[in-house]
């Protein structure tokens, strides 16, 4: 797994060895940050769920200005850490040992110009967030990467990709 655009675009990510993790695929995450174009320049991006970083590393990447990750398991923390020291990223960057839900839970309304949620597939923790930003308008845009029988409505946008879907909202 790497980089795929921006500054760093072409350098490799270290993966957790939990083999229940699933990275954001190159293409999505391309397709997706080339969905929110310029909105990423000099925004403050949060990255739940975040595993190894690759998506709010990617939006450092294309200039965002800095990046918070939100990772309970040990395997992803470890990889995420060695992610952003290998880019020298540690002034940009925040990583939060939490769980994901009541952390969004508690933010106050635009604590983020971009989130990003990329929760288990399978689980209902993507309509925990959704519903959480859905209260509080904790970003400016919340983007979401669900398998495609998670039934997501109300998103500004939607691009599929075989079984991954991302929906945008508040673009």
Same mark, same amino acid.
């Given at each position: 797994?790497? $980089? /795929? ?6 350098? =490799? %990510? @270290?993966? #957790?060895?939990?083999? !229940? /993790?699933? #990275? ?6 391309? &397709?997706?940050?080339d969905l929110l174009g310029a909105q990423v320049k000099n925004a403050r991006? %949060? =990255?739940?769920?975040?595993? @190894?970083?690759a998506l709010g590393l990617e939006a450092?990447?294309?200039?965002? !200005?800095?990046? =918070?990750? /939100? ?10 850490? &060695? ?17 994901? $839900? ?6 106050? &309304? =635009?604590? *983020? ?7 288990? *597939? ?11 930003? !859905? +209260? ?13 029988? +998670?039934?997501? @409505? ?16 508040? /673009?």
């Open positions: 797994m790497r $980089i /795929v655009g921006g500054k760093f675009g072409g350098r =490799d %990510l @270290t993966s #957790p060895q939990d083999l !229940r /993790v699933r #990275p954001t695929a190159e293409h999505v995450r391309a &397709a997706l940050l991006v %949060l =990255d739940l769920f975040a595993g @190894t970083g450092l990447s294309r200039g965002a !200005r800095s990046a =918070d990750f /939100v990772e309970l398991k040990p395997d992803s923390l470890h990889a995420l850490r &060695a992610n952003i020291a290998a880019l020298r990223l540690r002034e940009r960057t925040r990583v939060f040992k939490r769980d994901a $839900i009541p952390f969004a839970a508690a933010l106050a &309304a =635009d604590s *983020y110009d971009i989130a990003f949620a990329d929760p288990p *597939y399978g689980s209902r923790k993507l309509d925990r967030v959704l519903e959480s930003w !859905r +209260h509080s308008r904790f970003s400016r845009i919340l983007a979401l990467e669900h398998a495609r029988e +998670h039934e997501v @409505t109300g998103g500004a946008k939607r691009r599929v990709f075989q079984e991954t879907v991302v929906t945008i909202f508040g /673009v």
